[in-house]
């Protein structure tokens, strides 16, 4: 019995003090969390005032900042690219063509279809030449004749300057039939068609040059209905 209780005497120090080391680890655990959750919460802090601070600079920007933006990007690598061009002596034009994919290529090209070639009226030659291209447009060429011709003419269906094949050609009855029929058809557009004229050859003249004529205009807006019929006195001479 005195062995059991010297035993138990003698161990009671480790046990003291393994619980304390125990204890301190644990306290030391928790300090290093609550550290680590104020590091967290610090972090935290500061990436919520950073993104507002960047909302707030957003939301001052103009509306289209965002394109603008996108575009002196774009132009700034364009820039880039044809520096890099010229140093390589290369064509930018040629390599740019290059690096287009198919499917760009495709949807600008659907784009271009979309939207209104025709520029409007700049002067007789651009409109002729715009007359020319829906002409051209609207052929659909016979294949069996093209190739038919090709046979009898030979070599000189691919005409050189020693050719005399030019003046030659006979062109069939429905060829001519389809030209008659296309030039009856602008005939009759033509004549549909009614030019607004900026003058009115039966309106009496009463101006002496167009500043006047400008000016009467402006009268007769105004004061027309007030002087109308003091004008029809004085042009039938009844007036007092």
Same mark, same amino acid.
């Given at each position: 019995?005195?062995?059991?209780?010297?035993?138990?005497?003698? /161990?009671?120090?480790?046990?003291?003090? !393994?619980?304390?080391? +125990?204890?301190?680890?644990?306290?030391?655990?928790?300090?290093?969390? =609550?550290?680590?959750?104020?590091?967290?919460?610090?972090?935290?802090?500061?990436?919520?005032?950073?993104?507002?601070?960047?909302? /707030?600079?957003?939301?001052?920007?103009?509306?289209?900042? !965002? +394109?603008?933006?996108?575009?002196?990007?774009?132009?700034?690598?364009?820039?880039?690219?044809?520096?890099?061009?010229?140093?390589?002596?290369?064509?930018?034009?040629?390599?740019?063509?290059?690096?287009?994919?198919?499917?760009?290529?495709?949807?600008?090209?659907?784009?271009?279809?979309?939207?209104?070639?025709?520029?409007? =009226?700049?002067?007789?030659?651009?409109?002729?030449?715009?007359?020319?291209?829906?002409?051209?447009?609207?052929?659909?060429?016979?294949? !069996?004749?093209?190739?038919?011709?090709?046979? &009898?003419?030979?070599?000189?269906?691919?005409?050189?300057?020693?050719?005399?094949?030019?003046?030659?050609?006979?062109?069939?009855?429905?060829?001519?039939?389809?030209?008659?029929?296309?030039? &009856?058809?602008?005939?009759?557009?033509?004549?549909?068609? +009614?030019?607004?004229?900026? *003058?009115?050859? &039966?309106?009496?003249?009463?101006?002496?040059?167009?500043?006047?004529?400008?000016?009467?205009?402006?009268?007769?807006?105004? *004061?027309?209905?007030?002087?109308?019929?003091?004008?029809?006195?004085?042009?039938?001479?009844?007036?007092?």
């Amino acid at each position: 019995m005195a062995e059991f209780c010297e035993t138990q005497l003698l /161990d009671a120090p480790c046990t003291n003090a !393994e619980g304390e080391t +125990s204890a301190a680890q644990k306290r030391e655990e928790r300090l290093k969390k =609550f550290r680590d959750l104020h590091l967290k919460r610090n972090e935290s802090r500061k990436l919520n005032h950073q993104a507002v601070a960047e909302e /707030d600079r957003i939301l001052k920007l103009p509306a289209n900042w !965002e +394109s603008k933006r996108a575009r002196l990007e774009w132009e700034l690598k364009v820039e880039e690219k044809k520096k890099e061009c010229l140093e390589k002596g290369e064509d930018y034009e040629r390599v740019k063509l290059l690096e287009i994919g198919a499917e760009d290529a495709e949807r600008w090209e659907r784009k271009k279809k979309k939207k209104n070639a025709d520029p409007g =009226f700049s002067d007789f030659a651009a409109a002729q030449f715009r007359q020319y291209q829906r002409l051209v447009k609207q052929i659909k060429p016979d294949m !069996e004749q093209y190739k038919k011709q090709k046979n &009898d003419t030979g070599e000189e269906f691919y005409a050189t300057a020693n050719s005399l094949l030019h003046g030659t050609h006979v062109p069939t009855k429905e060829g001519v039939d389809r030209l008659v029929a296309d030039v &009856d058809k602008q005939i009759e557009k033509r004549a549909k068609y +009614s030019r607004r004229r900026r *003058y009115n050859d &039966d309106a009496d003249i009463d101006y002496i040059n167009e500043r006047n004529a400008n000016f009467n205009k402006k009268a007769e807006r105004f *004061y027309g209905k007030y002087t109308a019929e003091i004008k029809q006195n004085l042009e039938r001479g009844t007036a007092v």
